[in-house]
């Protein structure tokens, strides 16, 4: 897209009063309190502590306290204006060791976190998994272990009669494919495993822990009108090169449709299975796996961030990998070592990623194509910038530009037929950013990590009028 053809800065566009207009968060990113009130050990507890793993060292012992903020945080949404909040769930909160006997402090907190939430008028969507297995469970094998699905299943059934007479909206897992190929691929997040093999059973036995903990929650939960749903980070794909359409199917299959085949088709894509053929034949899928993951869904989480541009390297990187077992050598892309990811052009965040609204579109709008009856909604959105704090206010114009393009572009999705219920922006506070630890702020609100002081920044108060009038705001001068 040629900046100023069409850059996506609409103002005055109006969404319909029954969209759902909120933020998110997830509970290692955000509550601290590690040890307290009989929470287990998660994966990220220990990664976080292994050396060398975490940026600068940091850790979630503490993050934005918000275990022990609960009320002011609540009160800090309201001010908001938030129509709804997102949360997780940390299961080793629930059951400390993952499986057996329920831990009734935990059980409180976030019995009083949707109690809180509903006398304030936000509606709470409960994420079950955002990324925290219990250490227990990880020791037992983790997400490559087929039991795991069960466990989380029993987990699921235990959450569903905890809070299933007030949650009305259920979503299972967050971003399978960072739980699979950045925990068990690359290594690169918790548990820091580097092995393709385990990387593609941890995806699938993900995909089966959905499936039968939806089957749980549906038993469980006695809300009526609740809805239930899955939350993927989709890789909006480009390339220009003549390889780049094999390099797209590639990328397309191990990190799109090895999710979205079992979930909404029931079946795995047979291109997937030919590509990571020297990996491994599958034979740990059983033969009613599909039928137990494939089950009806109210609508689908979207996150979306940015695009990848690929190609097929011109040749094989000599690396001193080459002569070792590709099923026991890890990547971020199991069976897709021959594509080469480029650089794309700017602007970008402070994460390093391009900005690219046109993309969000795009996604949304091939998703409506390839799903036509299943509705969607915007789970994760958002940036980092490096805000800008004088005389205790945050000035974080980058932030609103992107966001007014961001959505701008699920206006126009919608305006094309696209049935999209919500945008969640991410995120609700600056919190914990996994292997890059304090260094990166999405947060709506800015979090002083030595005081944990709470400001709203401009681009909150920005959101609170999109909220209220239902319009994104025309920009003002400082804006511009």
Not at 81 to 110: C, K, M, T
Not at 235 to 263: C, K, Q, W, Y
Request: charged share 25%; glycine share 8%; with cysteine.
């Amino acid at each position: 897209m040629i900046e100023g053809e069409d850059d996506y800065r609409d103002s005055g566009l109006e969404f319909p009063a029954d969209f759902v207009l909120g933020s998110a968060t997830a509970a290692y990113q955000v509550e601290g309190a590690v040890r307290e009130d009989g929470r287990g050990v998660s994966i990220w507890d220990t990664f976080s502590h292994t050396q060398g793993r975490i940026l600068n060292g940091d850790t979630g012992d503490i993050a934005d306290d918000h275990y022990h903020r609960l009320e002011s945080d609540l009160d800090l949404m309201a001010r908001l204006g938030l129509e709804s909040y997102r949360f997780s769930i940390a299961w080793p909160r629930i059951q400390p060791a993952g499986s057996g006997a329920i831990n009734e402090r935990g059980v409180d907190f976030y019995a009083r976190l949707v109690d809180g939430l509903l006398a304030r008028g936000i509606r709470p969507i409960a994420t079950l998994y955002h990324w925290d297995l219990p250490q227990a469970l990880e020791d037992a094998g983790g997400w490559p272990n087929r039991d795991t699905a069960s466990r989380f299943a029993e987990y699921a059934s235990h959450v569903g009669n905890i809070l299933g007479d007030r949650v009305s909206v259920w979503t299972t897992l967050n971003e399978p494919w960072c739980s699979a190929h950045l925990g068990y691929g690359s290594g690169v997040h918790a548990p820091g495993i580097s092995n393709d093999l385990a990387a593609l059973r941890a995806a699938h036995h993900l995909n089966l822990g959905h499936g039968l903990a939806l089957q749980e929650l549906r038993r469980a939960v006695t809300k009526p009108d609740a809805e239930y749903s899955v939350t993927l980070n989709f890789h909006v794909l480009r390339g220009e090169h003549e390889t780049s359409p094999e390099a797209i199917r590639r990328i397309d299959a191990v990190g799109n449709r090895i999710f979205t085949g079992p979930m909404l088709r029931g079946a795995y894509p047979e291109d997937l299975f030919e590509d990571t053929a020297s990996i491994t034949d599958w034979s740990f899928v059983k033969a009613t796996d599909l039928a137990n993951i494939s089950q009806p869904l109210d609508f689908l989480g979207v996150n979306y961030y940015s695009t990848n541009t690929v190609k097929m390297r011109d040749a094989a990187p000599a690396t001193a990998d080459d002569s070792r077992d590709p099923a026991i050598t890890g990547s971020t892309w199991p069976g897709s070592r021959d594509v080469e990811f480029l650089d794309q052009p700017g602007p970008y965040t402070a994460m390093g990623w391009n900005i690219a609204p046109d993309g969000l579109e795009e996604l949304l709008v091939s998703l409506h194509e390839q799903f036509p009856k299943l509705p969607l909604m915007i789970t994760e959105n958002g940036a980092a910038f490096d805000d800008v704090e004088i005389d205790g206010e945050v000035h974080d114009r980058d932030r609103i530009d992107y966001l007014r393009r961001h959505f701008t572009a699920a206006h126009r999705a919608m305006a094309r037929g696209v049935d999209l219920r919500g945008y969640l922006v991410w995120s609700f506070l600056d919190n914990f950013e996994w292997n890059l630890g304090y260094a990166k702020r999405f947060g709506l609100v800015r979090v002083n990590y030595e005081s944990l002081e709470r400001t709203i920044k401009d681009s909150g108060r920005w959101f609170s009028e999109l909220i209220a009038t239902r319009r994104i705001p025309a920009p003002r001068g400082s804006e511009r």
